[in-house]
């Protein structure tokens, strides 16, 4: 075979893609080709795509993208943040839920959608500040958005308390066929409107160790008693002056 029987790069693309069962990225393509080729070094048609540049795959996806869409074809190429995949098209889908009943999934109630809208647009948010815009608890919709997979811990707010912050997930991105957050409908627009937020808590004054605050009481109570030890003998000295000068009346008076 000669070099011009080598297979195209968007054919092995195309290969790559339809056997993989997640979405496969540059890097992950570019890792495959280096490893056919470090397997396969005495087979000159397979080590001629050993080290594909990411624009040269770039331009295969391209490609196969539009041979796809032109032959009309029941499959497509879709992009998410963690990649390319094969996927079938939306229109034949109620053909494929027969397929698989078992695969599937439960739908969002209106409560958690709006709750996963309100955190893909003003990611990353406290609980408090969610339940600010709706109006109402949370606690539930949120645990399912965490069991879904499609919402996650993100790590703590700088607010009094340090309370949680969710974000989206991965999987949120693949989900719903986006590349990055932008992608989301009117995504600049939503984010600058004015949202109600949870008020922020006074910090409180910081609490004394426990050793601390006995030491303060002990004080407390010492000087307490050398206040009320003065006050006596000043009492007591006031009584011996009165005794002293009553005597000195009667003797005066004999």
Known sequence: MSMSEALPLHRIVEAILFAS????????ISAVFKGAADAAKENPLVACHAKPKHDELREAIILLEQELLESG???EVRESAA???LVTRAEF?????????????AKLSAPALET???IAYRQPITRADIEAVRGVAVDGVMQT???RGLVRIAGRSELPGRPLLYDTTQFFMEHFGLKDLDDLPNAGELRRIPLPTAPVA????????????????KGAEGAGAEEAGTEEAGTEGAGAEGAGAGGSSEVEGR
């Open 116 to 118: 996963l809208a309100i």
């Open 83 to 85: 990649g390319w995949q």
């Open 21 to 28: 069962q997640k979405p496969v990225s540059l890097k992950e």
């Open 202 to 217: 006074e910090p409180s004054a910081p609490e004394l160790p426990l050793e601390e605050a006995a030491e303060g009481t």
């Open 73 to 75: 074809r029941t499959f």
């Open 93 to 105: 889908s109620p053909w494929l839920r027969q397929l698989f009943p078992e695969n599937r999934s």
């Open 145 to 147: 958005l965490l069991d």
